[in-house]
């Protein structure tokens, strides 16, 4: 695990924009894993930039949200297909039938979550999975005790995950498709950015805490590729913090690409 520390969330996004561009120029029929919410959003605009200004083609690029709230409409403000669509998709030239988002309003939903996880081995498996990160330490909706091997199903959001969102019209979703932690596991690589003092226990719990199901990031410790991108305030709780910064500079000699330092 590379735990890269910036001193702002800007700098963060645009090392992360940097890693994706690359991971899109060397492979064009990348599978990329999107996630919502803040912690992304500065990456998105900057690849957007990229697209329009430096000619980054998406148009081989297939994509897999994490999770989608359960009796959101699509097209309803909220929905995660609409924030992703209006903060990233419309802006870039990815096509329509390579986009894949967890269809929370379907009739049958357990036959939609077999579907996603069908739909993700079909496309080869994802490349690169982009993550954020819940104040509790949850990746995608996987929340407290969440099973480390669960695949694409329905979660109950806990109370603090329901605090932390919106309401949409009249109610609060309690009910999310998300990817499992066993799925999300099985990307290539792994992009997780957080900012901010409220991500700081949950990040250090994750990266120096032990693997356990109450915090569902921290399975990421199993994983052979995970790059860490924080900027200083949710770094403010890691412990070996020295060896993370003599880690950066030795790879940045020997491979500063997989840094997006290049």
């Known amino acids: 695990m590379l735990v890269i520390i910036n001193q702002t969330y800007e700098q963060t996004s645009l090392q992360a924009a940097k890693i994706v561009a690359n991971q ?16 992304p959003q500065g990456l ?13 083609d998406f148009s081989d690029v297939t994509t897999f949200n994490l999770d989608e709230y359960v009796g959101v409409p699509k097209d309803h403000p909220q929905s995660f297909h609409t924030q992703i669509h209006q903060t990233f998709l419309d802006h870039i030239n990815v096509k329509p039938e390579n ?14 979550c077999n579907g996603y996880e069908k739909a993700i081995r079909d496309a080869g498996g994802i490349d690169l999975q982009i993550l954020g990160i819940g104040r509790t330490g949850h990746i995608a909706f996987n929340e407290p005790i969440s099973s480390l091997v669960s695949r694409t199903r329905l979660k109950t959001l806990s109370k603090e995950t329901i605090l932390d969102n919106e309401k949409i019209g009249e109610g ?3 009910v999310a498709i998300t990817m499992g932690i066993g799925t999300i596991l099985e990307a290539r690589q792994m992009l997780l950015i957080a900012s901010g003092n ?7 719990k994750s990266i120096e805490g032990p693997l356990t199901a109450s915090v569902s990031a921290s399975a990421l ?8 991108l924080l900027d200083e305030t949710a770094a403010a709780n890691l412990t070996h913090r020295e060896y993370y910064d003599r880690v950066i500079e030795q790879t940045a000699k020997f491979s500063p690409v997989r840094l997006g330092l290049l």
């Open 198 to 204: 409220a991500k700081a226990e949950a990040i250090a």
């Open 99 to 112: 986009v894949h988002i967890p269809e929370g309003s379907a009739k049958d939903l357990e036959k939609a």
């Open 44 to 56: 998105y605009q900057e690849l957007i930039r990229l697209h329009r200004e430096e000619g980054l």
């Open 221 to 228: 410790q199993l994983h052979s590729d995970v790059r860490v």
């Open 24 to 39: 899109v120029r060397n492979n064009p029929r990348t599978v990329l894993g999107l996630a919502t919410g803040k912690s």
């Open 172 to 174: 609060i979703p309690t």
